[in-house]
């Protein structure tokens, strides 16, 4: 399968990652990318392998999977048109934080690490204006992980929550499993 470029063109433009960027951008980033096609039940990525490139979703839906056992699965996402998986990968070459499988026939973009790193090299702008999105959208993530995570410990918000140690202590991160372990058990 190869999608047609006004396609790419349209399907990128319709994500707030790359609404921003100006024709001759627009055009840099295109020639990143590849058609790729999943059939239904099929892994697109798998938590844990190396995070070497990006996929845009053009067609099809996708459910993201974090692994609580080897072998067990919990949902925590379903993703459709326009949404992506693994931008992270963009940025560093850590591994993958989750599984994705495609629920149905799933078309999708793929930008790969290495070619994103070569044009980032030549200092495009337009590299650095999708760095910056992906940098935004973590924010975001991260400030609603935060929330949950105060609701999982507080969830009546009947009164303040005690203080935890520094967040960069080790007592902080064992006080927060413990606290969320109490809310679940």
């Keep these: 399968m190869v999608l047609p470029r006004e396609h790419i063109a349209q399907v990128l433009t319709s994500i707030p990652m790359f609404s921003g960027l100006d024709k001759q951008e627009l055009g840099e980033i295109?020639?990143?990318t590849r058609s790729v096609e999943f059939q239904a039940g099929q892994t697109i990525?798998?938590?844990?392998?190396?995070?070497?490139?990006?996929?845009?979703?053009a067609t099809g839906r996708a459910e993201v999977l974090i692994s609580k056992e080897p072998g067990q699965f919990i949902p925590v996402a379903k993703l459709g048109?326009?949404?992506?998986?693994?931008?992270?990968?963009?940025i560093d070459a850590q591994p993958r934080s989750a599984q994705v499988t495609a629920l149905s026939k799933l078309e999708a973009l793929q930008i790969m690490r290495s070619d994103f790193q070569k044009l980032q090299d030549k200092f495009r702008p337009a590299t650095y204006k999708v760095t910056r999105?992906?940098?935004?959208?973590?924010?975001?993530?991260?400030?609603?992980?935060?929330q949950n995570i105060v609701n999982a410990i507080n969830p009546n918000n009947e009164e303040p929550l005690e203080e935890l140690p520094a967040p960069r202590s080790k007592s902080f991160w064992q006080g927060l499993v413990e606290k969320v372990?109490?809310?679940q058990g």
Aim: proline content about 5%; glycine content about 10%.
């Design 30 to 32: 295109i020639r990143l």
């Design 45 to 57: 990525c798998r938590q844990h392998e190396p995070g070497d490139s990006m996929f845009v979703i």
């Design 81 to 90: 048109p326009g949404e992506l998986i693994g931008e992270l990968a963009l």
């Design 133 to 146: 999105r992906i940098a935004l959208t973590v924010c975001a993530r991260l400030r609603a992980t935060n």
């Design 181 to 183: 372990k109490g809310v």
